[in-house]
């Protein structure tokens, strides 16, 4: 069994991202930079956020956060939205999610300026994604498809099973691994928390990307010998030994699910530590003008 060590990835994935940027400084070029605006204290949230500044901070580029309080309402953040995509210095922005219930997150994802649109979530960027054309891909999906990469793990034609449905993560992955791309040219089945009979499709799958966010979904029954996991939970679950008093536990049952594995990736430090990498090289390319 290998561990795919997403944190080493991501670091790898950075230094590159770090290089290019020393680089475009050299040369007089535009510094990337990335604006994140933030609503309320959801510690997730917050963490999740204050990571992706840091990471700027660490590759050299320029980054802006932009905090609300829950109580923001739809029309200021709808204002700011229009304000970054007006403004030359800012190359890409995300706004992270979940916004509080009397916001429409629908409305407020459209308003994002596209080709500003690093987290690939605005419905061009998703209908391009799935036409195959240039597009920012959403960057949980991306990270995954870069770690099976650079472990050189083999895809075509294998049965990958998507568990999650989420515009974010499952999605987009279960439609990234049928491209005929590598990493991709899988079949795919895409289940969900609905799906009957859950084991009888993963028993099935050489791959199987869990993204429901219900902790230690995927047990040792369900996964076949010598299958790749990859584990996208990241729940927070109490934890008294903790000094923060909580843990993050994936979707998989991850002692008794490593055995049986040729590759699986840890929580934390597997899928995480890449989402925040591929937001950067996003941003890079939207910097460069890669994509549009
Ligand atoms: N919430 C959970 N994951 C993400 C993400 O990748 N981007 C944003 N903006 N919000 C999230």
Same mark, same amino acid.
């Given at each position: 069994m290998t561990l795919l060590d997403g944190k080493k990835t991501s670091e790898t994935i950075q230094q590159e991202i770090a290089a290019d940027v020393a680089e475009i400084k050299a040369n007089g070029g535009k510094v990337p930079h990335l604006a994140a605006i933030l609503v309320g204290n959801d510690g997730g949230s917050v963490t999740y956020v204050t990571n992706k500044v840091l990471a700027c901070e660490r590759v050299g580029f320029g980054s802006t956060l932009i905090r609300y309080e829950d109580d923001v309402t739809e029309d200021e953040l709808l204002a700011k939205i229009e304000e970054l995509n007006n403004d030359? @210095?800012?190359?890409g922005f995300i706004v992270q999610l &979940? =916004? &509080?219930?009397?916001? /429409?997150t629908d409305k407020v994802l459209e308003a994002v300026d596209p080709k500003k649109d690093v987290d690939g979530f605005h419905p061009t960027n998703v209908g391009r994604m799935v036409a195959g054309l240039s597009a920012y891909l959403p960057a949980t999906p991306a990270g995954i498809l870069q770690l099976l990469a650079r472990y050189e793990i083999e895809t075509k034609g294998k049965h990958c099973v998507v568990v999650g449905r989420s515009n974010i993560v499952g999605s987009p992955m279960s439609i990234l691994m049928s491209k005929p791309n590598y990493p991709g040219n899988c079949t795919v089945t895409l289940c969900h928390? /609905?799906?009957? /009979? =859950?084991a009888y499709h993963t028993l099935q799958a050489d791959i199987i990307i869990a993204a429901v $966010? !219900? &902790? $230690? =979904? !995927?047990?040792? @029954?369900m996964v076949k010998e010598g299958a790749v996991v990859i584990d996208v939970g990241t729940t927070r679950v109490a934890d008294e030994t903790r000094k923060a008093g909580y843990r993050l536990r994936g979707d998989v049952d991850f002692d008794n699910v490593a055995p049986k594995c040729s590759f699986i990736t840890p929580v934390?430090? $597997?899928v995480g530590p890449l989402t925040i990498a591929m937001l950067l090289k996003n941003t890079l390319r939207a910097a460069k003008r890669e994509v549009y």
């Open positions: 030359d @210095e800012i190359d &979940p =916004l &509080p219930k009397h916001i /429409n928390r /609905n799906t009957v /009979n =859950l $966010g !219900i &902790p $230690g =979904l !995927i047990t040792a @029954e934390p430090g $597997g």
